[in-house]
């Protein structure tokens, strides 16, 4: 995306009523930088024009008549790398999370969002940040919590740690150390106060993990270590 001086949006749900309403909605900030410049009400509709409208956010549905919104997400992930994809959804359901996210979306959100929640959430993906909703982050979190209970058993944070370290051989302690402290859950701001580190700090040992473990971010993470073995099912 070249500039953020002006976000190109287009909707994407079959929902008629929604789609009209949210279309108001995002007109009446134009002067927050947002217009919508296409809607569809399918995959399909969505994916014909997208080469005629090109939009630099697209808010997909997930359920959707004739090609449903995680399939249409994969394959503009894969043919339009350059086009961000919020899903925007009444379904707050862990396997679709997996998959959408799995699939090249950027976040996830519910539609009970406040209006000037979901404009910064729009601005946010603009700018290459992936999130989820709160609600669906927290259990995000906490299912790959119960998922490390299980495989490490009744075990310390150190021994935790060091079996990260026995996982990822090319992890430093202090790597380590803050992987764990991520996979809880835990921001950057939280990890430099309990490592007592900046937290600029706290960013370079995160780029150095994600390349060293193959993860593209903290989601991705998740994934690789057990939070999308949902996604083998799907």
Do not use: W
């Amino acid at each position: 995306m070249e500039t953020l001086d002006h976000i190109k949006i287009m909707i994407v749900d079959d929902q008629r009523l929604f789609v009209a309403s949210l279309k108001v909605v995002l007109e009446s900030s134009r002067q927050e930088g947002l217009s919508v410049v296409g809607v569809a009400y399918n995959g399909n509709e969505c994916l014909s024009q997208l080469r005629s409208v090109k939009p630099d956010i697209i808010l997909m549905d997930i359920r959707m008549p004739e090609l449903d919104g995680v399939e249409t997400t994969r394959i503009i992930h894969e043919s339009f790398p350059e086009i961000r994809i919020l899903m925007l959804t009444t379904f707050d359901d862990d396997s679709y999370v997996h998959r959408a996210l799995g699939s090249g979306a950027m976040g996830y959100v519910l539609k009970n969002v406040e209006p000037a929640e979901l404009l910064a959430c729009i601005k946010a993906v603009a700018k290459g940040t992936l999130l989820v909703s709160s609600s669906v982050g927290y259990r995000l979190f906490s299912n790959f919590e119960s998922e490390f209970e299980k495989e490490t058993g009744n075990k310390t944070d150190l021994e935790r740690i060091e079996k990260l370290r026995t996982r990822f051989r090319n992890l430093k302690r202090r790597e380590a150390e803050v992987l764990y402290l991520l996979l809880q859950g835990l921001d950057n701001r939280q990890i430099s106060q309990k490592l007592f580190i900046a937290e600029q700090t706290v960013k370079n040992y995160t780029s150095a993990i994600y390349r060293i473990i193959g993860a593209q971010d903290r989601l991705h993470a998740l994934r690789l270590l057990g939070i999308g073995r949902d996604n083998d099912r799907s």
